[in-house]
């Protein structure tokens, strides 16, 4: 099972599986896990609500910012090379 991670502010849109199932999209407005795995609160771009949402495999996250840098550490004096 592949886990996606997400943070507030990403997009989740969910396509639909069979013929007739309409696209639907939000925005990730709330973690429920400092990590950013699911579940998500998702604001639904059709009606404004806030659901709980699990991501299925129909579910792509777009990271609409970038992830923030990690901090590298000071090489140590006089190393090895």
């Known amino acids: 099972m592949v886990t996606s991670y997400a943070r507030v502010g990403d997009e989740i849109v969910v396509r639909g ?3 007739g199932v309409v696209t ?4 990730v407005v709330g ?5 950013g795995s699911p579940p998500y609160d998702v604001r639904w771009a059709d009606d404004g609500r806030v659901t709980l ?10 990271h609409l ?3 923030p840098e990690r901090k ?8 090895v090379t």
């Open 24 to 27: 639907r999209d939000g925005e």
């Open 53 to 62: 949402y699990f991501p299925g495999p129909d579910a792509e996250i777009r």
């Open 72 to 79: 590298r550490e000071p090489e140590a004096a006089g190393g």
């Open 65 to 67: 910012t970038r992830w």
């Open 31 to 35: 973690l429920h896990h400092a990590d």
């Open 17 to 19: 599986t069979r013929a």
